[in-house]
């Protein structure tokens, strides 16, 4: 079974690579993108199939079923040394009545001076600009090998007095075999109604002649195009390689197809010591600006709970590395 999964997979990257999108940059609030979680980026974002924590409601909401009772997840990224990217969820299971969870993604600028054409160096005034989406998510299993989650999470966008905002869903699936353990999985991420800016800021007044300095203002309006959201659908697998009382090595493969780009393959290995240490690697196809991610992570046991502490870098053609932080307390 896995080797057929595994061609089916392979042959779907060959053609990635030579696939192209009509809409390339069509699509807003791209903060929505933005990879979330130390560990799902290490992998290379090959996780939808592996994912089984509070942040799978970044990734596949169906994993939260996996958390055993009540986790927190927290996640912070220094995007290109220019932007703040914070993350947090919460998970709690209730057995048979499925999972719940609650999340957040701020993406954050700091605060930059305004120009004008007449005043280049600075008016004096200040403005900055903050994505956020806040979402609640619930996730059961439907059989003891197949699980389904889906989150609602409202989205909003703001550039100085200017907002957008709407609502989106995600939806995920796993279903796991006995082989190796396993997992096919699917993702449908940002599925949501278009967003439009609107706000004060565009108001202005117009004076139909400029020959007739005392002819009357006219109040006027701009108006703002609307833009669809990051739509992403993610299929993949996750299995295990190998697996000894010390030792264990998972393994991912990922492709996805966004609404606003090429198609993308994701490739990721976990190699696990003692359940205490983890060294992660991935690799991502078709990709402009980036192919290698590396990770590390560890976990900390007392009285039934636990921490873990997970670490990611990101290499980027061009622009800077990126680093990542996450830790996740379970309860």
Same mark, same amino acid.
């Given at each position: 079974?896995?080797?057929?999964?595994?061609?089916?997979?392979?042959?779907?990257?060959?053609?990635?690579?030579?696939?192209?999108?009509?809409?390339?940059?069509?699509?807003?609030?791209?903060?929505?993108?933005?990879?979330?979680?130390?560990?799902?980026?290490?992998?290379?974002?090959?996780?939808?199939?592996?994912?089984?924590?509070?942040?799978?409601?970044?990734?596949?909401?169906?994993?939260?079923?996996?958390?055993?009772?009540?986790?927190?997840?927290?996640?912070?990224?220094?995007?290109?040394?220019?932007?703040?990217?914070?993350?947090?969820?919460?998970?709690?299971? /209730?057995? &048979?009545? =499925?999972?719940?969870?609650?999340?957040?993604?701020?993406?954050? @600028?700091?605060? %930059?001076?305004? *120009?004008?054409?007449?005043?280049?160096?600075?008016?004096?005034?200040?403005?900055?600009?903050?994505?956020?989406?806040?979402?609640?998510?619930?996730?059961?299993?439907?059989?003891?090998?197949?699980?389904?989650?889906?989150?609602?999470?409202?989205?909003?966008?703001?550039?100085?007095?200017?907002?957008?905002?709407?609502? /989106?869903? &995600?939806? =995920?699936?796993?279903?796991?075999?006995?082989?190796?353990?396993? @997992?096919?999985? %699917?993702?449908? *991420?940002?599925?949501?109604?278009?967003?439009?800016?609107?706000?004060?800021?565009?108001?202005?007044?117009?004076?139909?002649?400029?020959?007739?300095?005392?002819?009357?203002?006219?109040?006027?309006?701009?108006?703002?195009?609307?833009?669809?959201?990051?739509?992403?659908?993610?299929?993949?697998?996750?299995?295990?390689?190998?697996?000894?009382?010390?030792?264990?090595?998972?393994?991912?493969?990922?492709?996805?197809?966004?609404?606003?780009?090429?198609?993308?393959?994701?490739?990721?290995?976990?190699?696990?010591?003692?359940?205490?240490?983890?060294?992660?690697?991935?690799?991502?196809?078709?990709?402009?600006?980036?192919?290698?991610?590396?990770?590390?992570?560890?976990?900390?046991?007392?009285?039934?709970?636990?921490?873990?502490?997970?670490?990611?870098?990101?290499?980027?053609?061009?622009?800077?590395?990126?680093?990542?932080?996450?830790?996740?307390?379970?309860?």
């Amino acid at each position: 079974m896995i080797k057929y999964i595994l061609t089916f997979l392979l042959l779907i990257t060959v053609q990635i690579s030579f696939a192209q999108n009509p809409n390339l940059g069509a699509s807003g609030a791209q903060f929505l993108q933005i990879p979330i979680g130390a560990r799902a980026e290490a992998m290379g974002g090959a996780i939808i199939g592996l994912t089984d924590d509070a942040s799978s409601v970044f990734w596949n909401p169906a994993g939260i079923v996996k958390v055993k009772n009540f986790q927190a997840f927290f996640s912070y990224i220094d995007w290109f040394t220019m932007f703040d990217v914070n993350a947090a969820s919460l998970v709690y299971n /209730a057995g &048979d009545a =499925g999972s719940f969870a609650a999340s957040m993604i701020v993406f954050s @600028t700091g605060k %930059m001076e305004i *120009t004008t054409e007449t005043e280049p160096n600075g008016t004096g005034r200040f403005f900055d600009a903050s994505d956020l989406a806040l979402g609640v998510s619930y996730a059961r299993y439907l059989t003891d090998r197949f699980n389904v989650g889906v989150t609602v999470k409202y989205v909003n966008q703001r550039i100085w007095n200017e907002t957008a905002s709407g609502f /989106a869903f &995600d939806i =995920g699936t796993q279903y796991q075999l006995d082989f190796q353990n396993l @997992t096919i999985a %699917m993702s449908m *991420t940002n599925f949501g109604s278009d967003l439009k800016y609107d706000g004060p800021d565009l108001d202005l007044t117009h004076r139909k002649d400029n020959n007739f300095p005392i002819s009357r203002l006219a109040p006027g309006r701009l108006i703002t195009d609307d833009y669809p959201l990051p739509l992403n659908f993610q299929v993949g697998v996750g299995f295990d390689i190998f697996e000894t009382d010390f030792i264990k090595i998972k393994g991912a493969i990922d492709v996805t197809h966004p609404n606003d780009n090429q198609e993308r393959a994701h490739f990721g290995t976990e190699f696990s010591f003692f359940d205490r240490l983890y060294l992660r690697g991935g690799y991502k196809l078709n990709y402009d600006d980036q192919t290698f991610a590396f990770g590390a992570g560890a976990n900390l046991l007392w009285s039934g709970n636990a921490v873990y502490f997970d670490y990611a870098y990101s290499i980027y053609d061009i622009l800077p590395s990126v680093h990542r932080i996450a830790i996740r307390l379970s309860f």
